[in-house]
């Protein structure tokens, strides 16, 4: 194998690859660095000001999107600030530090290790950077040392105004303030916040569990308390009216006398408030129909009442920042783009790691992406620019990569599964029941299924009870062998509260509760659950179930209640299909070497090509190659979360992990390849997750190689980028690997 280090740090012309943007890709050659004469403008806290308002008067990028620059960074995201042509952000994986980046090229400065999860909210004033963590942290903005610290932990954020920190604990408090020049503390309250605290008019705004209280700047004396639903983003003072989204409705309170204003009903918990003239916009969902319906809105600030609203499936909470044309509105994966004045949405970007609130300056848009900055531009269309100088494909020299393909007992179950089942239903000999259950159907492809019901008719005089799990009333249906488990599906998983499913991972938790069930005289309560071609990791195999219930009388007494039980199993063999022509050969061509420090080694393997009867599969490890036991930090979805491979002229490949891979998850277009349903990077949530392994200890993912449906399918030659960044106890990586398809040998 031929390999180059294509992840190198970020540089002017050529930076490291990336597989978070999944706008068009721009092969054109052209020097990203605008003139320095440029970069003047600032946006030194989060959401622009001590009062949050997101507002500026300089221009953003418009007509498009494309990105400049992106930083070598990985891990949290906080909001960019910027000041005297610096970026600085909280970043990282398990080594957290403040980074300061140069604005034209996305150059790194300097880093200032923190150590600990740096807040989302930081600020930047007069060449000092403030950021809280454990604590909070004064830096030097042109080096980074550390000028002061308070080892008071201030979960929330900051605020800077006045020469002065207003930093939030959250929990039981406090709610204190910092000399910004010295970090002496000038008051200190034990409030309970939730949220960064707000500075405008002379006032400290801070939001508790259900209260909104306005103190005194100089004093932190209360001047009035409010009580309103539990909020979410920080409060935004604009025209003498403080703003404060919450999970129930979004407030306006007078300033000086905390009198409430208006309510606009919703859900407004994770929206952070842009005020631009006399107009509010913001991210939230409202209630149509017993059915939340996510918007983006503009309303008048002294009213409340809609200038327009712009609907999306995928909007329901972010943050709004604004210029004098355009509204900027970024959600979990998404960067959304607005005519302030008519509500047209003029562009917007997807992303596969969470967004940022963002910054506006020279007409640019900055954001942290899953930790990694990033410089969006105006352009034309959803142009994005190709990461490395040299074209991530297979070297056509004297001696090319040649596919090689690993044993695999890997069912793509293509062509259905036969299905054989058998069960038994036992039933206390007296009880007042009469139980059906049945397993109808012989076949699972795309075109049938096989149910399975279960009903309890009370046939007594008294109510009966009984206590399950969610969702009523029979709970999750598992049927398991020794290497895995199955579940059947219910539409009652998805309309229950307790139970939380998504679209690739099927059921992802399920609220610790118990529920009873109440069978009325002459009633029934049943359930019917399925097994279906979209069935979450669906193998052959033999699977058991057992249901185990007690039956209660209403009235209890001495009675022990009534046992029922069914037990049975499934028997799933696959119907096969040959091994089919091979559509596009799949080779590793590049790969990242790790520093020697790092503790871990990946390997990649291909295990099946591209056919007209499946879809290609390879398989990642990451071994523990030190002599101690090692934390591993890496983004969701461990342990490797890449699920978005970009390619020449805007071409992308998905990668489903085959954990959780079903045969109807993919529909094969006319060329041969196959594309998902669903994209499964869609469902990506904040957070990191860390894992211990032991000296020599492995793990292992298998993924479906499948092409994105919004762009053309692979060609002859391409490569495709796949990116994550990782840390253990010593150093944070970016690890990646490029995956080329090739045209089979004739």
Known sequence: MHRRTLLSGATTGGVALFTGCLGEIDDSSTDPTPSSDNVSSEWRQFQADAAHTGATAMAGPDGGGRIRWWSNTWGLSTAPVIEDGTIYAGTGLQNQSVVAFDQPTGDTQWEAPIGDDIERALAVTDGTVYASASGVYALNAETGEQEWMDHLDTSWGLAF?????????????????????????????????????????????????????????????????????????????????????????????????????????????????????????????????????????????????????????????????????????????????????????????????????PAIADETLYVSVGG??????????????????????????????????????????????????????????????????????????????????????????????????????????????????????????EESS?????????????????LSTEIQPG????????????????????????????????????????????????????????DGAIVHDLVVADEVALPEAFMGRFTIDVLAPVTDTHPGLIEVTLENVTDERSLITSMRRWPFASYVGLG???????????????????????????????LPHESIVRGRSTTAYDPGE?????????????????????GYAFEQGFGDEAVDVPWGFVLSTLAPDE
């Open 698 to 718: 492995r793990s292992t993912m298998r993924f479906i190689v499948t092409t994105h449906p919004e762009t053309a399918d692979p060609q002859d030659g391409d």
């Open 498 to 514: 307790h139970v939380h499913t998504s679209p690739h991972l099927g059921i992802t938790g399920v609220n610790s509760i118990g």
């Open 161 to 357: 105004a006045d020469d002065t920190v207003f930093a939030a604990a959250g929990g039981g408090g406090p709610l204190v303030a910092l000399d910004g020049a010295t970090g002496e503390r000038r008051w200190r309250r034990e409030i309970h916040t939730i949220t960064t605290p707000t500075v405008a008019d002379g006032r400290v705004f801070a939001v508790g569990n259900a209260d909104l209280l306005a103190l005194d700047a100089e004093t932190g004396e209360t001047e009035w308390k409010k009580e309103i639903d539990r909020a979410g983003g920080p409060p935004t003072v604009a025209n003498g009216t403080v703003f404060v989204g919450t999970r129930g409705d979004l407030f306006a309170h007078d300033v000086a006398t905390g009198d409430r204003e208006w309510t606009l009903p919703g859900s407004f918990r994770h929206t952070d408030i842009a005020a631009i003239d006399d107009t509010l916009y913001f991210a939230g969902r409202q209630r149509e129909d017993d059915e939340w319906i996510g918007r983006v809105f503009a309303v008048a600030a002294a009213t409340g009442e809609a200038e327009w609203t712009y609907g999306d499936d995928h909007l329901g909470g972010g943050s709004a920042v604004g210029t004098e044309k355009t509204v900027y509105v970024t959600t979990r994966t998404r960067i959304y783009a607005f005519d302030r004045e008519t509500g047209t949405l003029e562009w917007w970007l997807r992303f596969q790691w969470p967004v940022s609130s």
């Open 648 to 678: 020449p002229a805007g071409r992308r490949l998905i990668l489903l992990p085959a954990a959780g891979y079903a045969p109807g998850f993919v529909d094969r277009t006319d060329s041969g390849w196959w594309e998902p349903t669903f």
């Open 372 to 493: 990694r900055v990033m410089a969006i531009e105006s352009g034309d269309g959803h142009a994005g620019v190709w990461p490395s100088d040299a074209e991530p494909i297979p070297d056509r020299g004297a001696a090319p990569p040649e596919p090689t393909y690993a044993e695999t007992d890997f069912s793509f179950g293509m062509g259905g599964f036969d299905v054989r089942s058998e069960w038994d239903v036992t039933v206390d000999q007296d009880a007042p029941v009469d139980v059906s259950f049945a397993i109808d159907g012989d076949r699972v492809d795309a075109d049938e299924t096989v149910s399975i019901s279960l009903a309890i008719e009370n046939v007594g005089d008294e109510v009966l009870s009984f206590n399950t799990g969610a969702p009523e009333p029979f709970g999750i249906f598992s049927l398991h062998n020794d290497a895995r488990h199955l579940v059947a599906w219910t539409p009652a998983y």
């Open 523 to 578: 009633d029934t309560v049943g359930e019917t659950y399925s097994i279906s071609d979209e069935t979450h990791g669906i193998l052959p195999g033999t699977y058991e179930f057992s249901i185990e219930q007690t039956l209660f009388p209403e009235d209890g007494g001495d009675d022990d209640g009534w046992q029922l039980s069914v037990t049975g199993t499934v028997d799933l063999v696959d119907r096969g299909t040959d």
